[in-house]
């Protein structure tokens, strides 16, 4: 698969890898939101952490884990940049075209665009439910 | 790092295609502007001299199968010659003519052959054949105990490849060409990975119609060969194409003088050194594996342990995925059983087929060596492959799962 330059520029250098905790610690923590989307048998599997300041309801630091392809993982990769500082509305509004037209995903990888989409509302959807917040939105 | 003393990417793709051997070239040569004639023209100089270069190929490929050189036949390749062997025989012996309602015949053969194999049988299906493919076990072997149990009254042919070209593996194939002489059943071997690096001997090893490629062995491409046994049986085959009548009939056409004249050449190469060449490769994949194995936790070679060619090694390893996996070593040109690889977007039926799971069949690299594949190569790869699968594991959610002791086949995936 020949890959455009971000793709390549995000697989090479993924930003923020990582977590907040181990599986079980972050279960229970109020201020973080996890999606785990994918399945191992489908070849992709997508963790997307976020961590929400409660003061302001905006997304302070996000983290991701990704076994993929070079496009899952840069697909990954681009949504912890583009959640960072947005509210969890703003992040809704993050839509899979959008990482398509950013990354130049080849048509056979857009797959892991909605991916990184699914994992974003998993996150949000997650760290809603912990807060006892609603999780319709205006946005979908 | 110290310079090396190779350039990259280097070649680890043997069983996809190998080089030609610069004996082979050479040998090519002067059959494209000297010895051009076509070895039809029987009353002049040109056709003779064109006719003489391929009698001796001829004589090249038959002395490396221990066969006759009459019952040699050329061909574009080993998928034209699967299909001749596969489609010629059915329809040469087969039981019932289309449209009687009765099954056409019988025909045995495996879920984890090439698709040049699997494909004609799936085409012989929808004309009216029934086709048995067996499982094999997950060492990926093929025993002739399981074609006797698959063996009925109206079974016209048996198509095993001898060894697999994705894990390497061996079928019995003298056994069951044993087998398949005592029942008087065709019995076909796509020998394409195994003809050239193993000793083949068609008489001992019981075999009726066999396919091999000129690409495979340092031959040319375009350009194979179908063994059909003349005498105890006799097997006939229906061709495929309408023609001039060359190759017997079995195959019409103009014969592609300087590729036949390489693949001979390919041959003799191969008969000379296969068995030096043999135990260098087989020392190499198993440092290659071993080293490998030793050095990264949950990963595993497929395949028979024992029981595999020796210039192929197939490798899954857990909680990485193949396509990032060979991105990750782009300076190593191998294969992957990964569907992110495959313009199917479907793992390796192969790798699916031995039942070793969808998550590992994802994760696997094919490397297979060749005949100048060097120690230094070998190393460089080792080390670059478990510094891959180190960092993409420290990508990987599945592999901190898995430390943290999570069983990943009891969590509930969500269906994506």
């Known amino acids: ?140 | 790092m110290a310079t090396k003393p190779f350039k990259t990417p280097i070649y680890l793709d043997h069983a996809a295609t190998t080089p030609c051997d610069p004996r082979v070239v050479e040998a090519m040569l002067p059959y494209f502007t000297e010895v051009y004639g076509n070895t039809g023209s029987r009353n002049h100089r040109f056709g003779w001299e064109a006719e003489a270069g391929t009698d001796n190929a001829r004589e090249q490929v038959a002395a490396l199968l221990g066969a006759d050189e009459k019952e040699v036949v050329f061909t574009s390749g080993s998928t034209e010659s699967n299909n001749l062997a596969i489609k010629g025989a059915a329809y040469m012996y087969e039981k019932n003519p289309a449209g009687s309602g009765k099954p056409r015949g019988h025909i045995i053969s495996c879920i984890i052959e090439h698709k040049a194999v699997l494909d004609p049988c799936k085409r012989l299906q929808k004309e009216g054949f029934e086709v048995t493919f067996l499982e094999p076990g997950r060492d990926g072997i093929v025993t002739a105990e399981m074609v006797k149990g698959a063996l009925r009254e109206d079974t016209i042919l048996v198509s095993l490849m001898w060894a697999n070209n994705e894990i390497g593996t061996i079928n019995e194939v003298p056994q069951i060409g044993a087998l398949c002489h005592e029942r008087e059943v065709i019995f076909h071997t796509d020998a394409t990975q195994w003809a050239g690096k193993m000793p083949v001997d068609v008489n001992k090893d019981n075999i009726d119609l066999l396919s091999m490629s000129g690409h495979k062995i340092y031959g040319p491409k375009g350009v194979g060969a179908l063994y059909v046994r003349r005498r105890r049986p006799r097997v006939r085959l229906q061709a495929l194409a309408d023609g001039g009548g060359q190759e017997r009939g079995f195959r019409p056409g103009t014969l592609n003088v300087p590729g036949i004249v390489g693949l001979g050449k390919a041959c003799e190469i191969a008969l000379a050194e296969m068995d030096r060449d043999g135990l260098r490769l087989l020392a190499m994949r198993r440092r290659l594996e071993d080293s490998i194995t030793s050095r990264l936790d949950t990963c595993q070679v497929n395949g028979h342990r024992e029981k595999r060619l020796p210039h192929i090694a197939n490798i899954s390893f857990g909680f990485v995925e193949g396509e990032s996996l060979m991105m990750a070593i782009k300076e190593i040109a191998c294969s992957s059983g990964s569907a992110c690889t495959s313009a199917s977007l479907e793992p390796s039926y192969v790798l699916k087929g031995l039942g070793i799971g969808d998550d590992l069949a994802h994760s696997s690299l094919r490397l297979s060596l060749g005949r100048w594949t060097t120690d230094e190569q070998v190393d460089y790869a080792i080390d670059k492959i478990v510094q891959s699968v180190q960092k993409l594991r420290t990508l990987s959610p599945l592999y901190d799962m898995h430390k943290e002791g999570i069983d990943l086949s009891k969590v509930v995936w969500g269906v994506h």
């Open chain 1, 1 to 140: 698969m020949a890959y455009g330059p971000k793709i390549i520029d995000h697989y090479e250098n993924p930003r923020n890898v990582g977590n907040f905790g181990t599986q079980s610690d972050v279960k229970t923590r109020k201020d973080i939101g996890v999606g785990l989307v994918g399945a191992p048998e489908c070849g992709d599997v997508m963790q997307l952490q976020i961590k929400v300041d409660p003061a302001t309801g905006r997304i302070e630091d996000a983290k991701f884990k990704c076994f993929g392809c070079g496009s899952a993982i840069a697909s990954s990769s681009l949504a912890t940049e583009w959640l960072k500082g947005r509210s969890l509305d703003e992040g809704l509004a993050i839509k899979n075209t959008q990482i398509v037209e950013e990354l130049s995903l080849p048509p056979v990888k857009i797959h892991c665009s909605v991916l990184a989409e699914d994992a974003i509302r998993a996150a949000i959807a997650d760290y809603r439910v912990k807060n006892g917040l609603a999780v319709e939105t205006a946005t979908a």
